[in-house]
């Protein structure tokens, strides 16, 4: 049974929760809004999946690639302009879609919560643009995305570093029908700084 006794063992990924079979692990925040483990002791079968999958006790070394880099700018003007990153995610999202698969990715909830949600069509992948600010929620999406992949379809699952090594660990095998794309991540702030600016924001505009 996964337990956190130090809040730095510990990134949120979400994948021990993802992959607990008896779903005994829920994602509870702390008093700054992050979210973390903790296991139901009655109901947990002392399996020890939620251990096998945490990305943060099993790390992985790195391996050397070659590296190549690319500048890219959409050209489509609409989507530069509500793109934080030229529109690379778009391009990359409308080919995956062009071949009959899903995109996953943070998008804003009808309360502006961050949450990982799924798009099917052209028209979805705006909400994936722009910057959040907040780590997402992930939910049930590696699970999905699991379900997606031994299905045959191309996925595409955008997200944190952590986030991404939390849905690595939870597969637990490669996919060659995966294709992931991390954001280049400086820590996340406290969502419960985010959940004050929204209040504010919504008492000074009345809404």
Not at 82 to 95: K, L, Y
Not at 157 to 170: A, M, R, V, W, Y
Not at 178 to 191: Q, W
């Amino acid at each position: 049974m996964i337990t956190i006794k130090d809040k730095c063992s510990c990134c949120g990924c979400s994948a021990c929760a993802s992959v607990c079979p008896k779903h005994c692990i829920t994602m509870c925040e702390d008093d700054e809004g992050f979210l973390y483990p903790a296991a139901d002791e009655n109901t947990c079968i002392e399996c020890g999946l939620c251990e096998v999958v945490c990305p943060v006790i099993h790390v992985q070394p790195d391996v050397e690639k070659e590296q190549r880099a690319y500048l890219v700018q959409h050209k489509n003007e609409q989507v530069l302009r509500e793109s934080t990153s030229g529109g690379a995610f778009t391009a990359i999202a409308r080919w995956v879609l062009d071949r009959g698969g899903v995109v996953c990715g943070a998008g804003f909830s009808t309360d502006f919560e961050v949450v990982h949600q799924w798009a099917n069509c052209y028209e979805d992948l705006r909400m994936f643009r722009n910057s959040k600010y907040v780590q997402s929620r992930i939910g049930n999406t590696y699970k999905e995305a699991k379900q997606f992949l031994m299905e045959g379809k191309c996925v595409l699952f955008s997200g944190t570093p952590c986030q991404l090594e939390g849905l690595f660990s939870f597969l637990r095998k490669p996919y060659e029908n995966l294709v992931t794309v991390d954001v280049v991540c400086h820590a996340c702030p406290s969502p419960l700084v985010y959940r004050k600016y929204l209040e504010a924001q919504k008492k000074e505009n009345r809404i």
